[in-house]
Structures are given as structure tokens and as C-alpha cells.
């Protein structure tokens, strides 16, 4: 049974529905700060799968994944409508020292899948395979890779170990990246630095903020300017020869947008930190990732079951060895860096998009923290992506 795009969609929505209904009712999701939309994807995704057992196959169509990856765009556009020039400043320090935290890991991460690979016999391109190319890059990087992982190096069964392991990367990515930070919050006793009445992405709308019909149509405009600017830069910097995903390049036409424009009208209101923004962010970013996880097939593991379940438990352990005992102190074991924290684990097991759920779900409880938004997106969407291909290359031609 094929649904289509709109019947995808309402599917989606009742997922994210489900997940708000779980977390409201089960009181262990709501401590921990798992997503809603993790919650809800992995129910769902397991129902799909007990369906199969009786016969019922249920896919999406092709289509569908475009308008999912449209509310994808529209998320990190607001990202970057949100994203003032003086946080980028402010998070400078913050953002040099996450980046070069955050590309030594991969070198750890493909190291510790090497190790795990020769340990069951399978070549160093397997393990690379389930180091970064699947946690880092994700299911997208596992198809661009497949062909060159199968092709030159010899990983016969390559999509299929890569897109278990970006499943379960992108899932425990989701559910522990907000515990994590909760534990260190609470540990530490840390508080936000930030004005507990600012509105920015993740932040908990109350009754006494309104969206109106002009800030609805305001934020729709700057939406559709910033991903037309985004549209030109990803076509820009094709024709350079390097390749950037669409939602990369309109967040940066957001940043170039919102930080421009007041210069040069100043009259005009931009959107940055309004209720509306918010809401739209986190609307877009809660029905992406419920769409996300509920297509997820955990059921098809195959031979290698036993590799892939020990690769994600050593590359779990290591990630959160790392980011308690170096990434959180050196960024200044703060409420900041525990934000970041949640945030990265999500990044480095699964996705950007699930580190910005898993920020959104711990700042809509304890309070905001601008510079943890203004910095994971640029690291985890376009640093380590960029930086991903480059290792993964250098760690192929050290064991070839």
C-alpha cells in the first residue's frame, strides 16, 4: 500500500500528534526531553513493521520525500532568519573551538568503526561505513557513498549496513541527546545566560505572546526571499564545482537577509526572534522529523545484525565519553555548552535536524540559548559535511 503525499503528510501529522500525546502523558519522556516527534516516528515505525509480519506493506511515495524535504528548507531558513550577526560574533570563541572538536571526532569515529570492522573480519571500508559515513553524513551521505564504498573498495552489502546504521545513529541520537543534557544541567546547577523572556527557536510559546496576521505575512515573505537567495548561492557555488545541500545555503540566505536588510530599510520589521518565526521553525522541523522516522524499516537488519549492534553500542559510548569529559568542559561547562552538548550528540550520531529537536526539546524547559542555535547549525550542516568528505577520503587512502 503506497500512500501519497498528502495522505503522507496527514500520516505525519497524526505521528507528531501522537508523540505531543505520549511525552503530555508519560512522564519518563518529559524528564528526559525526548522529541516529540522521536516519539511518535518510533511507535509509528514499529507499527509499520508488525504490519509487515500480517503482509501489509506500507510505503511513501517518492513525491512525498520532496514535501519532506521542503519543510526540511523552510526549518533552517528560519534558522537563519533567526541567526543574528552579533550571536555569530558573541559564539565566535564557541564556534571555532565546536568545529575543531567536532572534526576530530570524525577521526575518532571512523577509527573506532575500523577497529570494530577487522575485529568481525570485514575490510577497514566497512567500518569507515559505520563511523561517519553513516552517523555524521546520514542516509543522504550513505547513497552518495554506496556506489564508491561497493564499487572500489569491495562492501558488497554497503547500503544496507550503512542505512541500518543511519537509522539507529539518527534514533539514539534523538533520545539521548536531551537526557544527556538534562543530566548535566541538573549536575551542574546551570542556569541560562540569556533573557528568559527572548523568543527564539525551540522556546516554549506562552499566552502572552500573539502572532497576527501581519507577522504571519511577514515571515512568509522573508521565507520566500531568504530561500530564493539560498536557491542563487546553491547554484553559485555548483557552478564552482562543490556541492552543498539546498538547506545549507538557504539558511545562509536567511543570515544574509535578516542582518542586511534593517541597513537598508530600516523601517521594516524583520521576523528574527518573533512567535511567529518560532512557531513555523519548530511546526517545520516536528512534522519533518516525524515524516523521517516513521518511514524508518528497523526490521530489515540483515547478516551483519551483530556488527551493526555492536558498532552502535562502542560508537554510543564513545560519543557520549567525548562530549561529557572534552566537548562540554573546554566549551565552558555552562548552560550553553550543555545545550550544544544535546545538540552535537544528535548531530554526530544522526542528523542536523535531530540536533536542533533535541536543543529545541531541553531550551522549551529550562530556557533559551541563542548562541547554541546559532552555532550547531553552521557545524553540523556545513562544517563537518564539508569536513566529513575530506576524512572519510584521507582514512580510505591511509588503509589503501
Not at 528568559?196 to 496576521?213: A, C, E, F, P
Not at 544535546?342 to 535531530?354: K, N, Q, W
Request: with cysteine; aromatic share 12%; charged share 10%.
Amino acid at each position: 500500500m503506497e500512500l501519497d503525499p498528502r495522505q503522507t503528510i496527514i500520516t505525519g501529522i497524526l505521528v507528531l500528534f501522537l508523540g505531543k500525546y505520549l511525552n503530555r502523558k508519560i512522564q519518563f519522556l518529559q524528564q528526559f526531553n525526548i522529541p516529540e516527534a522521536v516519539t511518535g516516528g518510533i511507535i509509528a515505525s514499529l507499527f509499520f513493521g508488525i504490519l509487515v509480519f500480517f503482509n501489509i506493506d506500507i510505503t511513501f511515495s517518492p513525491e512525498a520525500k520532496h514535501y519532506r524535504d521542503v519543510l526540511l528548507v523552510i526549518f533552517f531558513t528560519a534558522i537563519g532568519l533567526s541567526t543574528d550577526f552579533k550571536n555569530i560574533i558573541k559564539g565566535g570563541k564557541i564556534l571555532l573551538l565546536l568545529s575543531i572538536l567536532a572534526i576530530a571526532y570524525i577521526f575518532i569515529q571512523n577509527y573506532i568503526g575500523v577497529f570494530i570492522a577487522r575485529l568481525f573480519g570485514y575490510t577497514p571500508a566497512a567500518g569507515i561505513l559505520v563511523g561517519s559515513v553513516a552517523l555524521q553524513g546520514g542516509h543522504g551521505n550513505v547513497v552518495s557513498w554506496e556506489p564508491v564504498l561497493k564499487g572500489d573498495y569491495g562492501v558488497s552489502n554497503a547500503m544496507e549496513i550503512g542505512m541500518i546504521m543511519a537509522t539507529f545513529g539518527l534514533v539514539l541520537g534523538g533520545i539521548l541527546g536531551g537526557p544527556f543534557s538534562r543530566f548535566m544541567i541538573n549536575k551542574y546547577k546551570l542556569k541560562p545566560d540569556e533573557d528568559s523572556d527572548i523568543v527564539t527557536i525551540g522556546t516554549k510559546i506562552g499566552k502572552n505572546l500573539t502572532i497576527d496576521y501581519n507577522s504571519s505575512l511577514m515571515v512568509l515573505l522573508m521565507l520566500s526571499l531568504s530561500i530564493g537567495l539560498g536557491i542563487q548561492l546553491n547554484n553559485l557555488v555548483s557552478s564552482l564545482g562543490f556541492t552543498l545541500p539546498l538547506f545549507v545555503t538557504c539558511m545562509f540566505g536567511g543570515v544574509l537577509l535578516v542582518n542586511i536588510v534593517p541597513y537598508i530599510i530600516p523601517k521594516l520589521k524583520c521576523p528574527t526572534n518573533s512567535p511567529t518565526l518560532s512557531v513555523v521553525s519548530d511546526l517545520s522541523l516536528g512534522l519533518f522529523l516525524a515524516m523521517a522516522m516513521m518511514a524508518l524499516k528497523f526490521w530489515e537488519l540483515g547478516s551483519e545484525s551483530l556488527f551493526i549492534a555492536v558498532s552502535v553500542v562502542v560508537q554510543v559510548v564513545s560519543i557520549l565519553l567525548f562530549t561529557y569529559f572534552i566537548m562540554f568542559r573546554i566549551l565552558g561547562k555552562n548552560y550553553a555548552s550543555a545545550v550544544i552538548s544535546a545538540g552535537y550528540i544528535g548531530s554526530a550520531l544522526g542528523a542536523t535536524p535531530t540536533a536542533m529537536a533535541n536543543m529545541a526539546a531541553v531550551t522549551q524547559k529550562y530556557g533559551p540559548s541563542p548562541v547554541a542555535f546559532a552555532v550547531i547549525p553552521i557545524v553540523g550542516a556545513f562544517i563537518i559535511q564539508i569536513s566529513n568528505a575530506i576524512v572519510i577520503k584521507i582514512i580510505l587512502m591511509l588503509f589503501y
